[in-house]
């Protein structure tokens, strides 16, 4: 009996349904009554639609009727992906796919832009104000304190330049983190700035080196929360906690953990949150955002004046008030054209379907999807790079090939095979979303195998 009608079997025997012909049809009438309710909403389904079976029997769990060790999630994410023309897409760490409503969204935003009679006033406040509501939410942080951007790099430049240096400040960084979190600070040295590399394995500094390498000069430190090229993931907490007790600003940078890995802004003692939108939180490219701990965002020079968002809350038809406002909090440091539909109406619905899903659901789901990796890697052909367990293991693998082969010689031959993954400092890194199934990683360790 093939896996499939195995589960078919179970999920009738389950819900003692008699099947004869259709019996999809026949199981979707005996959940119907559940279908505007519970299961909808925890998957955030709008239409009702054929489901597989391992999401019939998901369904299942859900309704409390089967045992939670049975439930075969693989496929419950996918088919809000895609299509993805029979290929697998293992590179999230670089680019995430939209969510289908996002695509949906994406072609709202280009309806408006064809006919713009479409377009309302209103829509130019509604679009920011819908994205800082959701963004507010996954982080755990107020959607007035949220300001949006277009990159990682946004959040790190208003910083850079917005904070008042003094001659002889120190800032520090990691050697090995990805070059967004270096640059911005190294202009400063123009201004008397040090910029100090901490030497770090795998690019991870621990709280106890952290510690050590701070000195009176030090007034913040910078890293990613997780490495791009060694897929290591910082302890947020330790670290923040040391930053905290030496009066160090700390910078997070969230670009390659959050949308795979929580974050709740309010119990981290983190001072600052920068992240893109277009890598775990599946929006499109130049998306961003930038959270600022309160004290720090007052401390800060305000650099610029838009005209938009000084007409906050005025109609549009009004604008010929010239003051400059100053009671517009985080907002006066969102990107210019704040409303900009056909990036940010995708980036909130992709963001409005993760938190439907649940983010620590989702963390859960890509962990399995690692561990499934790591568990049928061929160790004798690979060295894993990255964490094999525990929590500095994030959702980027990176193996490196043990014989003289390379990495890009691996990566074409996957290629060849449907398999997207990427090369980064000489290693294969594979980085699994919700939109993989355990297929696709049981066919990428076949590839990997063969
Ligand atoms: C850790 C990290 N930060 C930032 C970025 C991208 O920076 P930005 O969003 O400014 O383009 C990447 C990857 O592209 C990254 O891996």
Redesign the pocket.
């Known amino acids: 009996m093939s896996p499939e009608s195995t589960i078919r079997e179970r999920v009738l025997t389950i819900h003692g349904i008699e099947s004869s012909g259709d019996w999809q049809e026949e199981v979707a009438r005996a959940f119907a009554p559940h279908f505007e309710s519970r299961v909808q909403r925890f998957y955030g389904y709008r239409t009702h639609r054929p489901m597989r079976p391992q999401q019939l029997l998901a369904v299942s769990v859900v309704l409390g009727r089967e045992n939670m060790a049975f439930m075969d999630a693989s496929d419950l994410y996918a088919e809000d992906f895609g299509p993805f023309d029979g290929r697998v897409w293992l590179n999230t760490?670089h680019q995430g796919p939209l969510p289908r409503v996002a695509v949906e969204a994406a072609r709202a935003a280009l309806e408006q832009k064809t006919r713009p009679h479409l377009l309302r006033d209103e829509d130019f406040f509604e679009v920011p104000r819908r994205l800082r509501a959701a963004l507010g939410k996954l982080i755990g942080a107020a959607p007035e304190d949220i300001i949006l951007g277009n990159?990682?790099?946004y959040g790190l430049d208003l910083l850079a330049n917005g904070m008042q240096w003094r001659r002889g400040d120190e800032v520090l960084v990691v050697d090995g983190d990805?070059p967004?979190?270096v640059f911005p600070w190294s202009i400063l040295r123009n201004q008397g700035v040090t910029v100090r590399f901490i030497e770090a394995r795998a690019g991870l500094v621990d709280p106890q080196q952290l510690a050590l390498e701070i000195s009176p000069q030090t007034r913040l430190f910078c890293t990613?929360w997780v490495n791009?090229f060694s897929g290591y993931a910082i302890d947020v907490d330790g670290v923040g906690q040391v930053c905290k007790r030496n009066h160090v600003i700390f910078v997070l940078?969230a670009?390659?953990g959050l949308g795979a890995r929580v974050l709740d802004v309010q119990n981290s003692p983190v001072d600052a949150v920068t992240c893109?939108g277009f890598?775990w939180l599946c929006g499109p490219y130049a998306t961003?955002f930038c959270w600022l701990a309160s004290a720090l965002r007052e401390s800060l020079t305000i650099r610029h004046a838009y005209w938009l968002t000084m007409q906050a809350g005025k109609p549009l038809d009004k604008m010929r008030d010239y003051s400059l406002r100053n009671d517009l909090g985080a907002r006066v440091w969102d990107v210019f054209c704040t409303a900009n539909f056909l990036n940010f109406m995708p980036w909130t619905a992709a963001i409005e379907y993760l938190l439907h899903a649940g983010p620590a659901n989702i963390a859960d789901y890509d962990q399995r999807l690692v561990t499934q990796l790591l568990q049928k890697l061929d160790e004798e052909r690979f060295e894993l790079i990255s964490p094999r367990t525990g929590p500095q293991r994030s959702t980027l693998t990176l193996i490196r090939p043990r014989k003289a082969e390379q990495a890009a010689a691996w990566h074409k031959r996957l290629s060849v095979a449907g398999f997207d993954v990427a090369v980064r400092e000489g290693n294969l890194r594979i980085s699994p979303h919700l939109h993989n199934s355990q297929e696709d990683i049981a066919n990428l360790v076949e590839a990997l195998s063969t």
């Open positions: 760490a990159s990682t790099s990805f967004a979190d990613s791009s940078n670009a390659q893109c890598k961003g």
